[in-house]
């Protein structure tokens, strides 16, 4: 390893040093704190007994007058049993909460929407489908989040058709909505159509499963698109894919050549390599991007950390590459998707979130990076990019409203003006809890 590359591991390992000493330091990542007026201990009586029977009995006579005397509005809870997190696996709910919270931080500060980490011991999807159900009267909507595959497609597409608000499963929806941002502005850049383009795809969990669904849905040519997992290439003639009603539905729309073999067979000639699998470095080989068509784009997104460095990956001849870090260029990052796809839902108060919706979400944010001007290395815009959020969700909010799901019906403007305004209203909050010490500042050398 060269001086270069020691230099840039040991930035990539920065982030969990730093992690280790500050969670500690602030003893979780949220508080819950009031955002009515209490102007005196008189107030109680308007917000607590005997004031607050009015409101009760007003839902009780109209139950959609919840969203307007309650929280429920902007409230989501983020639902996960801690089956499946990050790179991490199955380490449980109580292992999952520090990314829980950090969802829900994440969830506030660029969407405006308060979100409620629920970690919960759950061992099927039948327990989390009852779960979500019996707090839903509470929440405006549900994320789901880290739960392992197959048991998420099962969850997701039970409570899609089942509940009564909008429930999502990020590492499914959001993970596609913002690869497809990624992948759309890397096709401009490089000049080629999307129905035209090879895609290998190494991992078939959730992400990529909906990731290919998503691109299919978008224009890419299916029989252009090649998965591969553990037990090699997806294919019609795979025999173990008999137990796998989902990814045995991949089988019969995608690898039109019928393709067989792993990797290298997977990757050979494609021109789109999108990872998420096992962390890295190492999963991804070299001579797996060296054998893909020129002006190669390769999404290597596992985390922590990537499948292939970065700067492997760039010698071995990718000439655009992403991850999912933020301390590389090209972050493919849902967070750059669910809280700006959440408020749009929200705004409207949309009663599911379709993929029609995720779709509008990613074209949007990708046509963002374009007004900014397209780079290899800026395929999307940074988190920093406020206006991505209420951007994306007013396309999310008019398709919602386009496809007679919405409640509430609102124009682009209206919808931006009400994005924009949760959103700085969120930041100034934490802007200003900083700045008069409610929020403690690290110490020197953290």
Request: glycine share 8%.
């Amino acid at each position: 390893m060269n001086k270069n590359d020691q230099e840039l591991l040991q930035k990539a390992s920065q982030p969990a040093e730093e992690a280790l000493k500050l969670h500690p330091f602030y003893k979780g990542k949220i508080e819950v704190v009031p955002k009515c007026c209490i102007r005196d201990l008189n107030d109680f009586a308007i917000w607590y007994t005997p004031g607050v029977a009015a409101p009760c009995k007003d839902i009780h006579l109209h139950p959609e007058q919840v969203f307007e005397h309650t929280a429920r509005s902007n409230l989501i809870a983020v639902v996960s049993d801690g089956s499946r997190v990050l790179g991490l696996g199955d380490i449980g709910p109580k292992a999952g909460l520090p990314v829980m919270e950090g969802k829900a931080i994440l969830f506030k500060y660029l969407g405006g929407v308060d979100a409620v980490p629920l970690c919960i011991d759950a061992h099927s999807a039948e327990d989390i489908v009852k779960f979500v159900k019996m707090i839903q009267p509470t929440f405006g909507g549900i994320n789901l989040e880290d739960i392992s595959s197959p048991k998420c497609f099962t969850v997701l597409d039970t409570l899609r058709a089942e509940a009564q608000i909008p429930v999502w499963h990020d590492d499914q929806q959001g993970t596609a909505a913002v690869t497809l941002a990624g992948l759309i502005n890397a096709l401009k850049i490089v000049k080629k159509p999307i129905d035209k383009v090879k895609i290998g795809m190494l991992g078939a969990g959730a992400a990529n499963q909906r990731i290919a669904i998503m691109l299919a849905e978008a224009g890419a040519t299916p029989d252009n698109i090649f998965m591969c997992d553990l037990n090699g290439i997806v294919h019609k003639g795979r025999a173990d894919l008999a137990q796998d009603p989902w990814l045995n539905r991949l089988a019969q729309i995608t690898n039109g050549e019928q393709r067989k073999g792993g990797p290298a067979e997977a990757f050979a000639g494609v021109d789109v390599m999108i990872a998420l699998s096992a962390p890295g470095p190492g999963t991804v080989k070299p001579e797996w991007i060296k054998a893909m068509n020129t002006d190669a784009i390769v999404f290597v997104c596992a985390n922590p950390v990537p499948e292939i460095w970065p700067w492997e990956a760039k010698r071995s001849g990718a000439r655009i590459v992403a991850t999912g870090r933020s301390d590389f260029a090209n972050q493919v990052n849902n967070s750059l998707g669910f809280p700006g796809i959440f408020r749009g839902a929200l705004d409207v108060r949309a009663q599911t979130i379709t993929d029609d919706m995720c779709i509008a979400a990613a074209r949007e944010l990708a046509k963002v990076a374009e007004d900014q001007g397209l780079r290899e290395d800026r395929l999307i815009p940074t988190m920093d990019t406020w206006e991505v959020f209420p951007r994306e969700a007013v396309a999310v909010g008019q398709k919602a409203i386009e496809q007679g799901i919405a409640d509430i019906k609102m124009t682009a403007a209206e919808a931006f003006e009400i994005a924009a305004f949760q959103i700085k209203r969120a930041r100034a909050e934490m802007d200003m809890r900083q700045r008069e010490g409610f929020i403690r500042m690290p110490p020197e050398g953290r």
